[in-house]
């Protein structure tokens, strides 16, 4: 089922339900939830279920540290300035916007370009969950990413005219730094027909629903009834015994925790990069990438992300399934993985490990 | 042939210690696989290997994690890595999974050592553990205890010091009490060694330590089952017994040495008289006896056959249970003691009389003993004064079973007055008279009432001087009051038949 319009009265289901689908990575998305609320006070941003066969789609999201970016927040021309340079480039103007990633903060910030832009929100994305690198596009794997453009919150912009997403992964990667920690990422407009099976559909409708079923859970439910409530799998709950944290391994640190459960007493290790990427119960691997994991404080009803784990916070781990869109061919999965991660780890399929 | 983890510890240590993170050292071993960290140990691995690893262990986290899975999945006894960081999360899995992990400096050389040892005979694992145990001992200092720790730690299992009953003398040893009642059963005095399997399943060896005095039994307690480590073990136990008597025999020699230099110390300090010299009362300070406060004498006489010299440390531990600072200077039929306090004890003199009694009682269980109990008096003088009384309370303690054989003196002294009172033609044919309704005067009745009467009226303490129940001391003063049919609550009453029991009791 897919909602025709995002309103202000479901940016809160919004908010959380982007918090799910980010896998503890993709960012806090209160500083821009504040933002868009204020921009939907007295106007609904339409939701596109399917694109009209004329449309130019532009996927766009914030590439860099999240940290950074409640620190540094938009200027608000950014997207202006990414149609500007594309359109120089000779492309067309785009007449709708996607999230690169209905996760995090990048779910509502592509919700508040669309509503700057005046343009409607189409209900996809290219992930379907929170992915770092943009190899993990569904374009660079079903059709041409490129050329993409980066623009700074002060203001420059940088295009890179390639067509690999790897080497738009490597340039604009490098550039992030420069621009101050985190840039707005677009996509050149896509024509409808090139995005026919390569996007995840209906993730802005998934991440409301999902917000929805946690709101919709009476004060008492722990860790049982929130997995239930969001058609996952409860892998333990109790306090976080210990947390490790990795030096850098190349461009993204990472680490682990492991819990004691206080049900049935299994070790549950969670290994995190900038989301959670892996789970295992008294070493078997149960859960991996691009199934979703989160971590949620079942008493405040909050999800954590891997910088906020401590030792001693009682929580429960959750496991949802991830985008079957990665799960359709080899191909596919084989980028989003564990091994996609540097984790010698052949992927469990969802099913497998019930 | 199996093995467990503490026998393939005894060979590699002390060289390579074994550091055991996780799991059991009774695991049990039936083969060996020798894999990388990388390798895939599900085909390496047959039921109740130890997977030996020549690597470190994988990364910190699920890698280990796994690894550890993979090993229990195949049914792997234990898993050794070279000795690296092992996460307290890995070694909960490990817990969970039941799998022992180890960590070593040289996982080849364990590999080769646990080939070797499932392969080779009892003899040689007996050839390596003695070797092992004689380097140990040989390295570890004159304490006992350490000693004991030394050979525990590379035989990998505990050696105990057990008294004649197994109690533990060093550690509080957990027998079932199935066990225990097994355990109480006395032995033939020639029997010098001990093995069976007890009711519990656990197989106790030990081997006697012959003292003078008194006897402890050195042990070993093994699963049950495993005949091959119980013969292995009974060899080791041998070799440790050696060294364990050794430095038993040689502690007796410390304490008669020391029990000398305090007899000599006492008889100079009771020569001195009131007024030691300042050097006398230095030594004596030093000794731990401070001659400056008050004291209490307190002499006490083995009833029984007991080497004083072994027992000291009991006596006084029984009095220092009682909160009572016992000094004690061995004789040869028992100790001269004293207590001393550094000003006027607030304590009731009786208090402190009944304290010493609840420690005769429990010292009771090693050695029966006459204790006479001295005055309360101060400095030297009063020092060698109570000692003095505390000697003749002694003497008559020893032939007074109707007070428990202990005498006060302080009590004393009214006793003797009424005897040489009593002793007349006159009054002793009366007191007869007097209590012969109660029968014989060596029977239990004229018994329960003269103690009664000696211990002040006090059921509690007639029934502990006479070693039986409070009821039935009570029952029996039901008895003599409706047979003699007088009022003991009237104190005349009580003096009479008080005299009269005296009487009666002294004349033959």
Redesign the interface.
Known sequence: MGYPALRLEMLADYESGCEVLGSGGGGGPTPVMVALAGLLRDRELPLLAELPPDARVCAAGAMGGPSVFAERLPAGDEFAIAKRLLLRLGLPAPTVLMPVETAGLNGPYAAYLARVEGLPLFDADLMGRALPTLQQASPAVAAELGPVVLVAASGEALLADTRSADSAERILRAAVPECGGWGLFVTRPFAADELAGAVVPGTVSRAISLGQALRLLPPWARGPEIARAVDGRLLGSGAIAEVRRHPRRGAFGGGNMYLTDTAGGGVVRLEYQNEYLLAAVDGRVAVTCPDLLIVVDPRLRRLIPPEDLRPRLEVAVVALEGPRWWKETPERLARVSPRAFGLDQDPIPWEAAA | MTLDLASIRQLVEPADPLDLVAGAAAAVVRGVAGVLAGDDVTSACRPGDFVIVLDAPPA????M??????C?DARAAGVAFRRGPV???SR??AA??GLAVVLCDDPWRLSVVVHELLHSPVDTRIGALTRALVAALEAAGDDLEDLLRAASRVAGRDFLLLDTKGRGLFSETTWSEADQAVLELPLPRSTVSFNSVLPSGVRLIARRVELTGRDVWLGVALPGGDTVAAEVMACGLAVVQAAAAQRLASLQMIHERDSRTRAALLSEVMEAGPEPSEDLLRRALAAGWDLRGWHVGVRIIALGDGATISLRDDLLAAFAEQDLPLRAVEQTDGWIGWLSFSVEPTRAIESISASIRRAQRAFQSALPTAIGVGGLAPGAAGFAKTLGQAADAARIAVNRPASGHFVHIDRLGLAQLLLALTHTDVFTPAAKGLLDPLGDPDGPLVTTLAAWLDAGGSQQETAAVLGIHRNTVAQRLAHITRLLAVDLSDPETRLALHLACRAVKLTP
Do not use: E, I, K, N
């Open positions: 910190a986290g699920w890698p994690d796994a690894f550890l899975r993979r229990a996460d307290q999360g909960s899995v969970r999974l």
